[in-house]
């Protein structure tokens, strides 16, 4: 069925994954996908990001229609601040893993964050480095065995955590093998204004899938936790579904989350008291699931956006890339004053 | 203006004067704010229409070390770095001992008279001046009297080598921005030291300026001012940079003039101005603004270039535009972060991992520093690539004296950029469109700009390998193709860079090959060497990789000198590596003392080897 801009959602699709056959990465490139295609995303604005890693190739696999970049390995944020300002009418959307954001690319990850650059920030964190063959992340598990390198010795990083402290105002985690709620977050976050970080446990099928590891499929299908069941509704949303989910929530129960651009999340409380708009438990939350070693996935964190990068720089709203040589070349004139100024 | 200090007792000088043609040395610590005095001093003697350079020779420190700068007035217009000082101003105890020990016998030493010391020298002219006395008869508060202290040997130099009061006036209201309030407490005391100077000192020396026409027309510029304005002038529209001696002044400069490029409705600017975390984050952003569409660019110096090396590979190979400027500054390592060089050459040519090069811009005058500002957008958008722009410390952070800069002699170059109308129509031409396949010969491919509304523009830009239709190949024909395509556009570069500057006379059979900052030196050592009977033809290379031109000049001379300021002779390996001749005829003279280069370092050097 085509959506709103006349477009099937095969028309979202990329080339051919050449990720290793069940890797929850491909799922999230399905997930974004959809996502797409239910938007109605005009793949022509959007930009697809990545730095180096199996995850950092899939932008290669969805969206056929947008321009793509897989830069180098833990730089890709420069690359997309760099690009959201020379365009802003730009839709961003990044691809990450564990290693590319969390150990060679953390400060390019944090710095991102404080400078709010509007990007879908997709971490698809598996705990382990798999196209070097298995070596431990950043965000492996303490206590983690692997097959060539043993014991895992050191804690782990919490991305999503960091993300909080570092003024992140979309702050979600999901799972790799649950389609619904990683589309939804997806969605949201592409509505929403400023850095928008999804951290999707993903399961690496071929290095990582000890099913006692904490990043295996096993274990996340076992321990994951939602803490809200999650729907997401575009702005000028008039799908007929859209009774039938309101009908699902108790209203009592349920928390609306407004985007910038109108559209909103709702979110029902599942079995856990929070608030994703409450920083201070949105991070005791997480320290929380951290010692229990548990998922918490959903929306965790969420605030009125702050400016964005784009709107701290005084820039013309014309996109600079835009801009015509005469806005670009101040005149003849201006340089024979410039110059009398100097003698 | 009765200071009860006694004066110094010395001879009145009776001999014919030196006019216009000696250098000042001004000695003092950092941070005591002898950058205004010495400027005001340069901006007099320019206003007298005599020819003037300065040369700053600063620590890597805040507030404390020494720093010393050096005037040379030049009757004939040379404005190099003068090997040798005449006149010594010692107001930093801690050197005063060495700077008076290096004077060339005959020199002149300005030193304060507070200070409990003796006279290491008997042929040297002393002139002691009460600067403590001065300061407290000129009712200078302690906020500001460590910072006014130096206004104390202006008025001393001005009455001992005849600088009128009046130019140094005008000169201060330039210097505080036509503020008349701190220009006035200056000048106070410059006027007071002036008249103490006038009471009691005694003209025992033969130097004095005199006003003359050689400066008419002209301005006077900081390196790193001129390539600003030159950006500016050149649409830069993303400009991203990480803070490092020697470049920084460069950023400032976009930033001080950021009024020219403020959109007049709106009042919002056309550069956005991003502060990176560090340089690594600095050219990413560049290289992603790039990609996009913008006219994007980074300043930095050596250290930098070292973290900037795996990025700049990518944009290689990816062919992405960007400007990267070095103002080079001492390696290896952290080296001397205050001290001059062109150190960075061959690293900037190849820079990053396999098979790269990069045009590298060379720069020999402010002037061109405001010309390759602009050009050397224009290169990077039209051979989709990394432009790189070599100044340096002395060129970049001293001020010089220019003939007013030119206004771009031809429109913005975009390059080959296929928006949605060219896409329509080079597809209904072509019947297809590949980004990297070379359709016009010249190794250049036809891009489109993320954005572009069209279902055929997306194309996917990688580091990885790729084929003519950028998807991901790891095959080895494409490979090579695409090397010897990139090499082929790199050939193609060769003559669309700027040509190098050559001066030939067939008769001569000696040649000098040089390269930015050290033209001064070389011009001044050429008229010197002819004068005792070497003839010397001069070729200035300006841009990497190098023009036909280049090779001939090198091959038609029975001796050639490879002239540069750093330490292995970077150009000399290159020329060599670029020409499988015999080439034992070119001898590599390579400086790396830290200076900028001075004519009697390369007069010496020739001299030597004749």
């Given at each position: ?343 | ?54 040369k700053n020779l600063f620590p890597s420190n805040i507030k404390g070390l020494p720093t010393w700068y050096t005037i040379r007035a030049s009757k004939d217009g040379y404005i190099a770095r003068a090997a040798t000082t005449d006149i010594a101003v010692c107001f930093n105890q801690d050197t005063a001992a060495e700077d008076i020990a290096n004077l060339k016998p005959g020199g002149v030493v300005i030193i304060p008279s507070d200070w409990k010391w003796g006279r290491s020298r008997t042929d040297v002219i002393y002139y002691e001046v009460p600067v403590k006395e001065l300061l407290t008869q000129a009712q200078i508060g302690t906020d500001f009297r460590e910072r006014i202290t130096n206004m104390v040997y202006v008025g001393a130099v001005a009455w001992l080598f005849d600088l009128p009061l009046d130019v140094i006036n005008r000169a201060l209201l330039d210097q505080f921005n036509q503020k008349a309030k701190p220009a006035a407490m200056n000048f106070g005391v410059v006027e007071l030291a002036y008249n103490w100077s006038r009471d009691n000192l005694v003209k025992a020396d033969p130097y004095r300026f ?401």
């Amino acid at each position: 069925m085509p959506n709103a801009i006349g477009l099937e959602r095969t028309d979202y699709k990329g080339g051919t994954s050449t990720l290793c056959p069940g890797c929850g990465h491909d799922s999230i490139s399905n997930q974004i996908i959809s996502a797409a295609y239910d938007l109605s995303l005009p793949m022509t604005r959007v930009i697809k990001l990545s730095g180096i890693g199996c995850s950092s190739k899939t932008p290669a696999y969805f969206l056929k229609g947008s321009h793509g970049f897989n830069s180098v390995h833990g730089r890709m944020p420069s690359v997309a601040t760099g690009a959201t300002t020379a365009n802003t009418d730009l839709i961003a959307v990044a691809v990450s893993g564990d290693g590319d954001t969390g150990s060679i690319g953390f400060g390019q990850y944090k710095h991102l964050i404080r400078r709010n650059v509007p990007v879908v920030y997709i971490i698809e964190n598996n705990g382990v480095y798999g196209l070097t063959k298995g070596q431990f992340s950043a965000t492996s598990d303490e206590g983690q065995e692997l097959k060539y390198y043993g014991r895992n010795e050191l804690p782990a990083l919490d991305l999503c955590l960091e993300a909080i402290i570092g003024g992140c105002t979309f702050v979600a985690r999901s799972f790799s093998g649950d389609a619904k709620q990683a589309q939804t977050l997806i969605k949201a976050a592409i509505s929403h204004r400023g850095t928008a970080v999804i951290d999707i446990i993903s399961p690496c099928v071929t290095f990582n899938n000890d099913p006692k590891g904490n990043k295996s499929y096993d274990y996340g299908k076992k321990h994951e936790i939602a803490l809200h069941e999650i729907d997401f509704m575009p702005k000028g949303y008039v799908h007929p579904r859209e009774e039938i989910t309101v009908a699902d929530y108790d209203a009592g129960e349920m928390i609306e989350v407004e985007m910038h651009d109108g559209s909103y999340i709702k979110l029902k409380k599942v079995d856990q008291e929070h608030d994703p708009r409450n920083r201070a438990s949105a991070i005791a939350t997480l320290e929380k699931a951290q010692r229990e070693e548990l998922f918490l996935t959903g929306l965790i964190y969420y605030e009125e956006p702050r400016p964005t990068f784009g709107d701290t720089m005084h820039i013309v709203e014309t996109p600079l890339a835009h801009l015509p040589d005469n806005k670009l070349r101040p005149s003849q004139e201006a340089l024979a004053s410039l110059m009398q100024s100097f003698m | 203006m009765a200071v009860n200090i006694q004066a110094d007792v010395q001879q009145q000088y009776t001999g014919e004067y030196r006019v216009n043609d000696f250098a000042l040395m001004v000695a003092t610590k950092n941070g005591s704010g002898s950058q205004t005095s010495n400027a005001v001093i340069i901006r007099s003697l320019f206003r007298m229409g005599i020819p003037v350079s300065g040369k700053n020779l600063f620590p890597s420190n805040i507030k404390g070390l020494p720093t010393w700068y050096t005037i040379r007035a030049s009757k004939d217009g040379y404005i190099a770095r003068a090997a040798t000082t005449d006149i010594a101003v010692c107001f930093n105890q801690d050197t005063a001992a060495e700077d008076i020990a290096n004077l060339k016998p005959g020199g002149v030493v300005i030193i304060p008279s507070d200070w409990k010391w003796g006279r290491s020298r008997t042929d040297v002219i002393y002139y002691e001046v009460p600067v403590k006395e001065l300061l407290t008869q000129a009712q200078i508060g302690t906020d500001f009297r460590e910072r006014i202290t130096n206004m104390v040997y202006v008025g001393a130099v001005a009455w001992l080598f005849d600088l009128p009061l009046d130019v140094i006036n005008r000169a201060l209201l330039d210097q505080f921005n036509q503020k008349a309030k701190p220009a006035a407490m200056n000048f106070g005391v410059v006027e007071l030291a002036y008249n103490w100077s006038r009471d009691n000192l005694v003209k025992a020396d033969p130097y004095r300026f005199e006003p003359m026409n050689g400066t008419a027309g002209k301005i006077l510029i900081e390196g790193n001012e001129a390539s600003a304005l030159g950006s500016i002038f050149g649409g830069v529209s993303v400009v991203a940079w990480y803070p490092i001696t020697p470049s920084t002044s460069l950023v400032d400069g976009i930033m001080e003039n950021l009024n020219l490029r403020k959109d007049p409705e709106t009042g919002k600017n056309t550069i956005a101005i991003l502060q990176a975390e560090d340089e690594l984050a600095a050219v990413g952003m560049i290289i992603g603004a790039g990609w996009a569409g913008a006219r994007s660019l980074t300043a930095t110096s050596g250290p930098g270039i070292s973290l900037m090396a795996e990025f700049t590979g990518l944009a290689y190979f990816a062919e992405i535009p960007c400007v990267i400027w070095d103002v080079t500054r001492m390696g290896p390592s952290t080296g001397l972060p205050t001290r001059t060089s062109q150190g960075d050459l061959l690293f900037l040519h190849f820079l990053s991992h396999g098979d790269t090069r990069h045009p590298v811009l060379l720069p020999g005058s402010v002037k061109e520093c405001f010309e390759f500002g602009w050009r050397s957008l224009d290169l990077a958008d039209e051979l989709q690539t990394p432009v790189f722009v070599m100044s340096d410390l002395d060129l970049g952070m001293n001020l010089w004296m220019s003939d007013p800069f030119d206004y771009p002699d031809q429109p913005i170059q975009r390059g080959k950029v296929l928006d949605k109308e060219r896409l329509t129509q080079f597809l209904e031409e072509k019947n297809e469109w590949m980004r990297y396949r070379d359709y016009d010969g010249d190794g250049v491919g036809y891009r489109t700009l993320p954005g572009t509304d069209h279902p055929r523009a997306a194309y996917f830009t990688r580091g990885t390998g790729h084929n003519e239709a950028a998807t991901y190949s790891e095959r080895g024909d494409d490979w090579v193709k695409n090397l010897s395509r990139l090499r082929h556009k790199m050939e193609h570069a060769r003559t669309v860079l700027p040509q190098p500057i050559i001066e030939r006379d067939p008769a001569k059979k000696i040649g000098i090959i040089s390269y930015g900052s050290n033209d001064p030196a070389i011009i001044e050592a050429r008229d010197i060497l002819a004068a005792q009977g070497v003839q010397t033809n001069y070729m200035r290379v300006r841009a990497l990789p190098f023009a036909e031109s280049v090779r001939e000049f090198a091959l038609s001379h029975d001796r050639v000198y490879v002239i540069e300021n750093n330490f292995d002779g970077q150009m000399a390996q290159i020329l060599r590596m670029e020409m499988p001749e015999d080439t034992r005829h070119m001898i590599s003279l390579a400086c790396g003392d830290t200076l900028p280069m001075s004519a009697q370092w390369v007069v010496d050097q020739i001299l030597a080897h004749q």
